[in-house]
């Protein structure tokens, strides 16, 4: 559907760095990177916004490198909306099917489907100005998808939106998608936002796409600490290999014992994720034969609304999280636990510095 | 007396933000009182005016033929001068606000020259061109502006395009380019975008610019006393016939001509603050 092959652009001191990617029909991908890194302006490359410096932008096999935006058959809702000020909601709507040359009654005729599905038909009347972030981000939505593009590009569509509409606006954007079958590239710097709607993300750092892949495999292997970090995966160990093991290596951290998987020699950064570790009552027993398995003290509980953050000392500091009513014992700070760190749970780094 | 703050977004944008704290203090007070000296001065100018000749005078002034073959090619001459200056305003400041050109800085400053030039000289350098070669050709090949009503609209052209284009790329500089971007995304070539978002979004500014022009096009004396000449029934506006008026003792027809100006000139300024919001010139 889309593919983009080693695209440059320079802007002062920044620069978009070889950046390829493929975006397959009907696909929900998320472009996520912290702010600075680029994304915005890779995809205002894609929509012809900005004039690449090299490499090529095709879609459905067609070169649009060096065509007019309008030429592209992109719909692009920009970060604030960009609603036409001068205009009324329907006038908004309709705009990409007038410059077209569409007659107004047979714009309004063709957006009766899409107004209906965004449900925007008491606000066809109304000024832009007065509309609630979430209607506005429906009318932006509704004018991108007037033109029957076959790609559509959302920059950050949530992020002016309140916290506690961001996941049912989300999902909403899902719902659509799968409904409509288009392409969507979806911008943000938010990786639960990411988790929530895509069905493969890309990860951009200083003007380079650094990994591309399902949401899933991401936050298990991720490419280096610099995207775990990102991806806020709180256990990152470092330690050096002391020897070889059945299937694996031992490595030594904070005092203590790890099996990771795979031949490793020097020194291993290695991660697993919160998630992932098991907590049980402590015994003795059990970390002393036991793979992986740890008594340590809990540090700190912390609130997280729907969970609890729980910090333990065994030598290395292990995170895990808790569902309150929900864990297998009961948690007290002070107190002894076991954890198990099963070892094809742990990811190690092949490139630890990004 | 209220401070105006940083605005607000949304619903609360016509909202004045006051900061908390005493309404009076030393530095609204300063600057209230230079408001209030600045107000006394024009209308105490204006009522003694008003005090020097009665309703007679302006209703005498009126049915002169002279004068009002004066305020006829006034509001004729002018009229097409706000034609013109729309015409350029609009294009020009939209090309100085939008593009990046060898020599931007340099065609910026010489956009602003006829603002900083005192227009004599803008009547005296027409009249000294039209004596050149290019400039006699023009007048020979059927365009003559030398004393004809042609130059009194050239010479208030050249006098106040300069406002309508400032004003014009203000405008331009001040609405949102991405909008005009995001339009190409919709399906428009540049022409479009700039006819269906640039200009209308731009639209009250570039109309209060061109009404300024207007304004100070019909207020213009000097250049044309120079260029097109003052001569009764023929080239004879509004302001010039306020200069004969007064080299002949008639002062009270003088100041009647003065009050039409002034009536014509606080018009003029409504219908700008209507037009432009929170833009003061």
Same mark, same amino acid.
């Given at each position: 559907m889309l593919q983009v092959q080693g695209l440059r652009y320079r802007a002062g001191n920044f620069a978009l760095q070889e950046v390829s990617l493929d975006i397959e029909a009907g696909e929900y991908f998320a472009l996520l990177g912290p702010t600075g890194s680029g994304k915005t302006l890779l995809i205002q490359n894609i929509c012809g916004l900005i004039r690449a410096d090299g490499g090529s932008i095709l879609i459905e096999g067609r070169d649009v490198t060096r065509l007019a935006p309008r030429m592209r058959d992109i719909g692009y809702v920009p970060q604030d909306y960009g609603l036409f000020p001068h205009l009324n909601v329907e006038r908004n709507v309709v705009f990409g099917l007038r410059a077209r040359g569409v007659p107004m009654r047979e714009?309004? =005729? %063709?957006?009766?489907?899409?107004?209906?599905?965004?449900?925007?038909?008491?606000? &066809?009347?109304?000024s832009t100005r007065g509309l609630s972030g979430g209607e506005r981000q429906k009318v932006a939505l509704a004018r991108a998808l007037a033109i029957r593009p076959k790609l559509l590009m959302l920059d950050e569509p949530v992020?002016? &939106?309140?916290?506690?509409?961001?996941?049912?606006?989300?999902?909403?954007?899902?719902?659509?998608?799968?409904?409509? %079958?288009?392409?969507?590239?979806?911008?943000?710097?938010?990786? =639960? =936002?990411?988790?929530?709607?895509?069905?493969?993300?890309?990860?951009?750092? =200083?003007?380079?796409?650094?990994?591309?892949?399902?949401?899933?495999q991401l936050m298990r292997r991720p490419a280096d600490e610099g995207i775990a970090r990102f991806l806020r995966i709180e256990n990152i160990f470092r330690g050096r290999a002391i020897s070889a093991h059945p299937g694996g290596t031992i490595v030594e951290a904070g005092g203590r014992r790890i099996a990771v998987p795979g031949q490793r020699t020097g020194e291993v950064v290695f991660m697993i994720r919160p998630t992932d570790v098991e907590v049980s009552p402590a015994s003795e027993e059990i970390e002393a034969r036991g793979e992986n398995a740890f008594v340590g003290e809990l540090a700190a509980i912390t609130e997280r609304g729907a969970y609890s953050r729980l910090e333990f000392n065994a030598g290395i500091t292990i995170v895990t999280y808790a569902i309150p009513g929900r864990a297998h014992c009961v948690f007290e700070t002070g107190g002894k636990y076991l954890m198990t760190l099963p070892r094809e749970a742990i990811h190690v780094f092949d490139n630890p510095m990004p | 007396m209220r401070k105006r703050m940083f605005g607000s977004s949304g619903r609360d944008e016509r909202k004045e933000m006051t900061a908390a704290g005493p309404r009076i203090h030393p530095l609204s007070v300063i600057s209230m009182t230079f408001v209030f000296v600045f107000i006394a001065i024009v209308v105490a100018l204006i009522a003694a005016d008003l005090s020097y000749i009665g309703l007679g005078d302006v209703s005498a002034a009126l049915a002169a033929p002279e004068i009002r073959a004066a305020i006829r090619l006034s509001a004729v001459t002018s009229l097409a001068t706000l034609l013109l200056v729309a015409l350029f305003g609009a294009p020009t400041g939209y090309a100085l606000s939008r593009y990046r050109f060898p020599g931007r800085g340099i065609a910026d400053t010489i956009v602003d020259m006829p603002i900083v030039l005192p227009p004599l000289i803008i009547g005296v350098s027409l009249l000294v061109f039209f004596q050149t070669d290019p400039g006699k050709w023009i007048e020979t090949h059927g365009l003559k502006f030398v004393y #004809?009503?042609? !130059?009194?609209?050239?010479? *208030?052209? /050249?006098?106040?395009?300069?406002?309508?284009?400032?004003?014009?790329?203000?405008?331009?500089?001040?609405?949102? *380019?991405?909008?005009? #971007?995001l339009a190409l995304t919709l399906g428009c070539t540049p022409m *479009?975008?700039?006819?269906?978002?640039?200009?209308?979004?731009?639209?009250? !500014?570039?109309?209060?610019? +061109?009404? /300024?022009?207007?304004?100070?096009?019909?207020?213009?004396?000097?250049? /044309?006393?120079?260029? +097109?000449?003052?001569?009764?029934?023929?080239?004879?506006?509004?302001? #010039?016939?306020?200069?004969?008026?007064?080299?002949?003792?008639?002062?009270?027809? +003088? /100041?009647?001509? +003065?009050l039409l100006m002034l009536a014509l000139a606080a018009c003029m300024l409504a219908a700008i603050h209507r037009l432009a919001p929170g833009k003061r010139w």
């Open positions: 714009a309004r =005729e %063709r957006i009766r489907g899409l107004v209906e599905t965004l449900q925007l038909g008491r606000l &066809l009347n109304r992020s002016a &939106l309140d916290e506690s509409i961001r996941q049912t606006v989300c999902a909403e954007l899902c719902r659509l998608q799968r409904e409509l %079958r288009i392409a969507t590239v979806h911008v943000t710097h938010s990786f =639960e =936002e990411a988790l929530a709607v895509s069905d493969r993300a890309g990860i951009m750092r =200083e003007g380079r796409l650094v990994q591309t892949g399902p949401m899933s | #004809t009503r042609k !130059g009194i609209v050239l010479c *208030q052209f /050249l006098c106040s395009v300069s406002y309508a284009i400032r004003a014009a790329k203000a405008s331009f500089d001040s609405d949102n *380019q991405k909008l005009e #971007t *479009q975008a700039f006819r269906m978002v640039a200009l209308p979004l731009a639209r009250n !500014g570039i109309v209060a610019g +061109a009404i /300024l022009a207007w304004a100070h096009a019909v207020g213009i004396f000097g250049p /044309l006393m120079v260029f +097109a000449g003052c001569v009764r029934m023929k080239t004879e506006v509004l302001p #010039t016939a306020i200069y004969l008026e007064l080299s002949v003792g008639r002062i009270e027809t +003088a /100041l009647a001509i +003065a």
